[in-house]
């Protein structure tokens, strides 16, 4: 998989094209934020709460879209939060795109920022900081990184301004989100986000779990229950048919 990635790498390195999965999520991210922006002023922000990563809410009400959600919002008390994250969902995922196609591409994501968000709940559970909120999509770009990383670890990128393997711009964002955890446990930016989502990559990569399609064997389930449910059915109106009209009264 590993030279393979390179040699598609080299081929669309310089390809102008924007995939398709990068490309929306680009759009609905940065349309989520501009939204979220404006509300404020217009005292509508509160309808964006729900949506965050409330770890009290996972864990008491069940609030099971928010592990999801809160990957389509950011602070909006500021532009560095959003920018940083589109940038290196840019710069890095459309490369990771072009190897792995769409599909491939989204469960990744989706892998690594759900679970990020689900490590988030549970290291709030330990700490006791349930009551602090977690938004933004770092913990699947996190996990980008890290693919890219081990995918690409010789091409160069920038570290500020001084070009460095990917391989070591890896390893040092990693170090600082697993420092940054030691003081904070929460927050509008979890760290522990960061650090979660780039363990459940390595996961993914590493143990083969890429191998598995999981919106293919969610499908599959759902068409065999689909089969049996009408399997059973079809048994009991058979059952009724054979049973035959009932006693003719005179």
Known sequence: MGSYARRSYVSNYHNPMMPPAVKWLLIINTALFVAYFFSIPLGFD????????????????????????????????????????????????????????????????????????????????????????????????????????????????????????????????????????????????SHVAHLGGMLLGFLYLKKGWGKWDFLATAQARYRDWKMARAKRKFQVYMRKHDRGPGPTIH
């Not at 008491?60 to 940038?87: C, K, S």
């Not at 900081?129 to 990383?149: C, N, R």
């Not at 990917?166 to 930016?189: C, D, E, L, P, R």
């Open 46 to 189: 509160n309808w964006f709460r729900p949506f965050m990563l409330h770890p009290r809410q996972v864990l008491e009400r069940l609030a099971f879209w928010q592990p999801v959600t809160y990957l389509f919002l950011h602070d909006p008390r500021g532009f560095g939060h959003i920018l940083m994250n589109m940038l290196a969902l840019w710069w890095f995922g459309k490369d990771l795109e072009a190897v792995w196609g769409k599909r491939q591409f989204l469960q990744y994501y989706f892998f690594c920022g759900v679970g990020a968000g689900l490590f988030a709940v549970l290291m709030s559970l330990v700490f006791g900081s349930l009551d602090t909120p977690t938004l933004g999509a770092s913990g699947a770009i996190y996990g980008i990184l890290l693919a890219f990383g081990l995918l690409f670890p010789d091409v160069q990128v920038l570290l500020i301004l001084f070009p460095i393997p990917a391989k070591y711009f890896v390893m040092i964002v990693g170090a600082i989100a697993f420092m940054s955890t030691f003081g904070s446990t929460g927050g509008n930016v």
